[in-house]
């Protein structure tokens, strides 16, 4: 990673422009050109740097339901319950944490019922109990990592 | 769903019916990304067979309206060497709630910052911060210093690293 990678990593997480030729004049504020931009952020995304490229959708706002979700899972069953959670196409993240609560899962669905129906579903399939913890308030969303 | 666009409503054979369902075909073809290509909203309009200056209309509506929260790249943070990941829980009192959220939120340590709803007895949290760092001892020197910013306001906390990704497609619509 060079300057020109933190340039773009550091100036590009928000902004890229909605126009005809949206490269060219990133990069012209970025110091490079439009070819070397998109050389750039293929390369850093095959490189696994970025996850990826492009708008980051507000799931409310488009009338969907988001939720966090908490599982208390037993430690020999715990792979196995990652595969059956992980099987829904609803399960957008899901990681692993240091607590007794130690499967955390966002849930984003089209509808509130169909949230609660994954809930349910997650429920039957592993037998465990699913903690539903929406948001009920948003203090800050900052989503900007500086390299 | 809200509608598109002055524009779109302007033509007077597309419906509000068909915005509606413009703007979900919008959402499906670009979650994935943008093709890294000079004319990337071109692609996508001819992709979803409509003219590209009404895409692009109705990105700037849906920026605008916060349907879209921003366009650019999504960075890898583990990869960028913020590999201490912490999701910190507080007990505060429901009186509080608002103004401790926004002053932890206003912390440049904290990336999200969210009120969410207790389940006792297992679950006595309902302030929600996550807290980044290149090292566990970062973090945990970040969470004492929010533990003082609060000081007797906060009843209890915990901090949960994660220790493995299961699984991060991002948000998507199911499609079909």
Known sequence: MDSLDR?????????FPVCERPFRE???RLGTTESELITRLRCMLDDGLL????PLFHAEQLGGALSLCAMQVPHERFDTVAEQVNAFPQVAHNYQRDHAMNMWFVLATESAE????TIRAIERDTGLEVFNLPKQEEFYVGLHFQV | MSVCTSRCEAMACVTQDDIAALDRRIVLAAQAGLPLEARPYHWLADELGVDPETLMQCLRVMQADGRI?????VPNHYRLGYTANAMTVWD???ADIREVGRQVGELDIVSHCYQRPRRPPDWPYNLFAMVHGHSREEVKAKVQQIAQLLGDRVRGYDVLFSTRILKKTGLRLAGG
Do not use: H, K
């Open chain 1, 114 to 117: 169909e949230l609660q129906q």
């Open chain 1, 7 to 15: 340039r773009i990593i550091n100036q590009l997480q928000g902004g």
């Open chain 2, 92 to 94: 505060v009192a429901d």
């Open chain 2, 69 to 73: 929260r921003r366009i650019g790249v």
């Open chain 1, 51 to 54: 996850t990826r490229f492009g």
């Open chain 1, 26 to 28: 990133a990069a012209q």
